[in-house]
């Protein structure tokens, strides 16, 4: 633990941030799609409000949980949320739970972004020589991971008080269960960080968007412990965790998929058909920063890659109910989305259930939208392409 404090008061905080001199009437917002003057102008090792229910910090956790290797991929971050990512998981996890930081550069212009960055503790870099997206990121990641869990977060995060261990604990009783943290929001503005309801599970229309969704009544009703695990038909996709042996076991992800979207409910629909679970954990909480835009360029164009992308989710795993995905999703229909023979001989060899089945049993409250229009996003500010 000391030798952590020692690496991190001896690294360059000033040097590696070089925070530019702001001129009356620069744009913050031009680079990275959020105020990027006021990001720099917050200690990278700032404190943050425990925005667990009081139950959470009542519970103990087993002494021997497994390490993990965390995996977090970039592409043209902004310093100072990057660093800031880092230094949150450095200073609130047990040292014994990190194995390693593995920051997986997506071809970003600068390469000495991550480089600079090894000085910190546990941390290591490996960049791509070319531009290959999270999704082939995330693979590179996982396959030099040395640990036998993988966590993966995005690089415009703040871990909370104690977010690890609830994973990890969840994944030790059962390693088939991929788990998240509940996600607090970051303001893209401010960039202060405001608790997100525990109440909410990872939703969908037809058209393959993904939405926040509130637990029901019933569903609340039967929450009779606030730190009771919420099963979710989808996860949000940036940040989990998930055994290495399963993930690889899995299929890891689809890597045929492009950049950026869809990769969520290919790897959603894969779990729970394939024979695992998802779960929310609301001791668990981890803060992100939610754009309203992407800041970087999709090669083939922002629609054009999500639709190739959960058009290959929609032919692999939805079988005739890919119907809907298409009704939904009109400007679908002809367009390409590449080899899916692979990943038809992946879920057959893993005797993968039916898409009939995940609705029956894992959300059944999509039938109900089988005749309507797709149904619009939760009005949430943290809802947008992130």
């Not at 450095?90 to 970003?108: A, G, K, M």
């Not at 920063?289 to 992308?309: L, S």
Request: hydrophobic share 35%.
């Amino acid at each position: 633990r000391r030798d952590k404090t020692d690496m991190l008061e001896r690294f360059d905080e000033r040097g590696y941030l070089n925070a530019r001199r702001w001129k009356p009437g620069d744009d913050p917002y031009t680079l990275y799609a959020f105020n990027q003057r006021e990001s720099e102008r917050i200690p990278s090792n700032r404190a943050l409000r425990d925005t667990r229910h009081f139950r959470c910090a009542t519970i103990r956790y087993d002494s021997d949980l497994p390490p993990t290797s965390i995996i977090i991929t970039f592409h043209n971050e902004a310093r100072s949320t990057l660093l800031r990512t880092v230094r949150s998981v450095l200073n609130r996890t047990p040292v014994h739970l990190i194995h390693e930081i593995i920051l997986v550069d997506d071809f970003s212009d600068d390469e000495s972004d991550c480089q600079l960055l090894i000085k910190l503790p546990k941390v290591r870099c490996v960049r791509n020589p070319q531009r290959e997206g999270l999704i082939r990121s995330r693979v590179r990641g996982a396959d030099s991971a040395k640990a036998a869990v993988l966590t993966f977060l995005d690089s415009h995060c703040e871990v909370n008080k104690d977010w690890l261990p609830p994973l990890l604990q969840r994944i030790k009783q059962d390693p088939t269960r991929v788990v998240s943290p509940v996600i607090d929001i970051i303001n893209m503005d401010t960039f202060a960080y405001v608790a997100a309801s525990a109440d909410l599970r990872g939703g969908f229309d037809w058209s393959l968007h993904f939405k926040w969704e509130q637990l029901s009544p019933e569903q609340r009703a039967r929450r009779t412990d606030p730190a009771q695990p919420i099963k979710t038909p989808i996860i949000a996709g940036g940040l989990f965790v998930i055994d290495r042996s399963w993930f690889n076991h899995l299929g890891k992800y689809d890597t045929a998929m492009d950049i950026w979207g869809g990769e969520n409910f290919e790897i959603s629909f894969r779990v729970w058909q394939c024979g695992g679970s998802l779960e929310i954990l609301p001791c668990s909480r981890v803060g992100h920063v939610f754009r309203k835009k992407h800041p970087y360029v999709f090669p083939e164009g922002n629609a054009n890659t999500y639709i190739k992308n959960t058009r290959r989710t929609a032919e692999v795993w939805m079988d005739d109910f890919s119907l809907f995905y298409y009704s939904a999703r009109p400007a679908a229909r002809g367009k390409s989305y590449g080899d899916i023979r692979g990943r038809l001989e992946l879920r057959k060899k893993l005797k993968c259930k039916t898409f009939k089945w995940y609705l029956d049993n894992v959300y059944p409250e999509l039938n109900l939208n089988f005749l309507l229009p797709a149904s619009k996003p939760l009005a949430q500010v943290w809802d947008e392409p992130d």
